[in-house]
């Protein structure tokens, strides 16, 4: 019983262990036009992350908890906003939405087709943009 706890509390695998997401950094300008372009039929996740932010990183760890393995078929983008803010104005210009943080995007056939920000995120039913 007791290595069952400390399993835990040091981060050993268990059954119960969260799938982790594959998280893609954004990091370059000419992604976004690979997302738009690149990826007609795929469903893209833009993860809109402020690292110094307590909201911001408890709705990330929400989010990554929500996160299933039927999900894994997104390709999940994680955007860092302190180092990469031109990246996120580009977000705003070519997808129309205002710059908020923490947010997510869905975008698919190169479109915006759905958005939320801080934990309105983990509302979002991402079953409904499945294949």
């Known amino acids: 019983m007791y290595m069952g706890l400390?399993?835990?509390?040091?981060?050993?695998?268990t059954p119960e262990t969260k799938?982790?997401?594959?998280?893609?950094?954004l990091t370059d300008i000419y992604q976004l036009e690979e997302i738009k372009n690149k990826h007609?039929?795929?469903?893209?996740?833009?993860?809109?992350?402020?690292t110094r932010c307590g909201i911001s990183r408890m709705v990330l760890k929400q989010f990554e908890n929500l996160f299933e393995e039927n999900h894994q078929e997104f390709e999940a983008y994680y955007l860092?906003?302190?180092n990469f803010r031109g990246i996120s104005n580009a977000i705003e210009e070519q997808f129309k939405v205002r710059h908020q943080s923490p947010q997510l995007l869905v975008i698919k056939n190169g479109k915006l087709i759905e958005h939320a920000?801080?934990?309105d995120?983990?509302?979002?039913?991402?079953n409904k943009y499945k294949l």
């Open 80 to 82: 860092d906003l302190l």
């Open 117 to 119: 920000t801080h934990y």
């Open 121 to 126: 995120i983990t509302q979002i039913d991402l």
């Open 40 to 50: 007609k039929t795929a469903t893209i996740l833009i993860f809109k992350h402020s």
């Open 6 to 13: 400390f399993d835990n509390f040091f981060g050993q695998a």
């Open 19 to 25: 799938l982790k997401i594959n998280w893609i950094p």
